[in-house]
C-alpha cells in the first residue's frame, strides 16, 4: 500500500495550489481520502476528506469556501485545491486513506496509511 502526495512548492500570497495524492498497491476507490496539514510546531490538522463516490464531502474551517477536494478513481487520484493562500497555510500536506469516515473524518486514528506529505510555502 503507497500514497504519494505531490504538488507542493513555494507559491505567493493569493495563489491556488492542487495537490495530488496517488494511491496504489490497494483498490483505491474503495477507501475514503483525507487531507491533513501539519504547520511546523503544530499538531497535525484535517483539512478536507472525500468518501469513495464523492458522496460525502468534509472541509476544515481554516480552508472552507476557498478549497476543493475531488477525484478520479480511474487514476487512482485524489486532488486538493486551495485557493487565495497564505502564509498561514504554509505546512507539510499529507495524505490519508480510511475505509470508513463519515463524520468522524478529522478523527486520525481512523485512517490507516498515510503518504510521505509535500510541503506548501507561501511567501512572497
Known amino acids: 500500500v503507497q500514497l504519494q502526495a505531490s504538488g507542493g512548492g513555494l507559491v505567493q500570497p493569493g495563489a491556488s495550489v492542487r495537490l495530488s495524492c496517488v494511491g496504489s498497491?490497494?483498490?483505491?476507490?474503495?477507501?475514503?481520502i483525507g487531507w491533513f496539514r501539519q504547520a511546523s510546531g503544530k499538531e497535525r490538522e484535517a483539512v478536507a476528506s472525500?468518501?469513495?463516490?464523492?458522496?460525502?464531502?468534509y472541509y476544515g474551517d481554516s480552508v472552507k469556501g476557498r478549497s476543493t477536494i475531488s477525484r478520479h478513481n480511474a487514476k487512482n487520484t485524489v486532488y486538493l485545491n486551495i485557493d487565495s493562500l497564505t502564509p498561514g497555510d504554509t505546512a507539510v500536506y499529507y495524505c490519508?486513506?480510511?475505509?470508513?469516515?463519515?463524520?468522524?473524518?478529522?478523527?486520525?486514528?481512523?485512517?490507516?496509511?498515510w503518504g510521505q506529505g509535500t510541503l506548501v510555502t507561501v511567501s512572497s
Open positions: 490519508g486513506r480510511a475505509f470508513s469516515l463519515g463524520n468522524n473524518w478529522r478523527n486520525i486514528n481512523n485512517y490507516d496509511y
Open positions: 472525500i468518501s469513495t463516490s464523492n458522496e460525502a464531502i
Open positions: 498497491g490497494f483498490d483505491f476507490s474503495w477507501y475514503a
